[in-house]
């Protein structure tokens, strides 16, 4: 079960913007939540919400325009000292959506695997570092065998096993899987899901876990987090966010999602998101806590009729 006390990171006010001066764009536009160790916690929104550029400015790839990611106590964004970013490049790892894509189709899954050793662990010799690959294809479940092969030679899912073991190989403590089953075949999705949550128990894995697939979220993640255009609009634990949806966007998303009944599912109406449903003018929104680890953007009018929804 998940620490409560201790979030191992902190994203804190996060922009992340692209662009110079004029044309600045923020696609991360004041964001903050908590991870807590060994929770898996989603964030769920459409294409270009800002998914992906709040995990890659955790691992530095992207610079923070302001806010700042604290990660096990330490800030970790901005300027960093060289043996905290050989940290943070060790202990967190990002799995991503397209295994073809992502991984070097010249180089044999022995190379792929190990690559991050050999700048992270330069003192382990060429034996140690094939055992640890050895020992990471096995923990994914591949023959280590299949270090001599290259990419091709497997299929979708295989291909993202290797992705898993070349980010478990690192011995990380914090994975940002990032869409890590949505280009793959719906019949072997479910086998990587379960890779993935066996992984977290037997290695203590924090997962952040990327999707717009909120039926997918509702079997791995603790707590959810729905973003729209670069800003929060919901927190909340998954059980809370099926039963109490608040926010008008979570819950056009919640309608896209097939429901197990097919009575219900034949009356469901697809809801659409309209922002012009907020008067935002002169009651402007700000971050509620609606319920114990519930919040919402909402603004008092909002507010109001959001409580008695939840407690009516
Ligand atoms: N390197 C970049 N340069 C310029 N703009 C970018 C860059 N990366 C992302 N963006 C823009 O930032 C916004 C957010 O993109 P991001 O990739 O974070 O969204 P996402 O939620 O991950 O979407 P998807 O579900 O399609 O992966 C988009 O408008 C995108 O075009
Ligand atoms: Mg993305």
């Known amino acids: 079960m998940a620490n409560r006390q201790q979030p191992l990171v902190q994203v804190k006010d996060l922009v992340v913007s692209f662009g110079e001066r004029r044309r600045k764009f923020d696609a991360v536009r004041g964001v903050s939540f908590d991870i807590h160790k060994g929770e898996t916690f989603g964030l769920v929104g459409e294409s270009g919400s800002g998914k992906t550029s709040i995990g890659r400015a955790i691992i530095r790839v992207y610079p923070v325009a302001s806010g700042e990611v604290i990660y096990d106590g330490r800030r970790i964004s901005g300027r960093i000292d060289k043996a905290l970013d050989r940290q943070v490049t060790q202990k967190i790892q990002m799995i991503f959506q397209d295994p073809m894509a992502s991984l070097n189709e010249r180089a044999k899954v022995n190379y792929i695997v190990s690559e991050g050793l050999l700048s992270s662990a330069r003192h382990l010799s060429r034996q140690q570092r094939e055992d640890k690959v050895s020992q990471a294809l096995m923990d994914v479940g591949l023959l280590p065998e299949f270090a001599s092969r290259f990419p091709h030679e497997f299929s979708g899912g ?3 096993r290797i992705g898993i073991a070349r980010a478990l190989v690192m011995q990380p403590e914090f994975i940002i899987a990032d869409e890590p089953i949505s280009a793959l075949d719906v019949s072997i999705r479910a086998q990587v899901l379960n890779l993935l949550t066996d992984l977290q128990a037997q290695h203590g894995l924090t997962y952040m876990f990327i999707s717009h697939d909120l039926s997918v979220m509702r079997f791995i993640c603790d707590r959810i987090a729905v973003i729209h255009r670069g800003l929060l609009v919901e927190l909340a634990q998954t059980e809370q966010l099926f039963r109490h949806p608040l926010h008008p966007y979570t819950r056009a998303l919640l ?3 097939p429901m197990p009944n097919p009575a219900l599912e ?3 109406c697809p809801v659409v998101y309209d922002e012009s449903v907020h008067d935002y003018q002169n009651d402007p929104p700000a971050w ?8 919402v953007r909402a603004n008092q009018r909002e507010l109001a009729d959001y409580l008695r929804l939840i407690q009516p």
């Open 266 to 268: 034949r009356n469901k």
């Open 288 to 295: 509620h806590e609606v319920e114990q680890g519930h919040f």
């Open 158 to 160: 295989q291909r993202q």
């Open 255 to 257: 309608s896209a999602v």
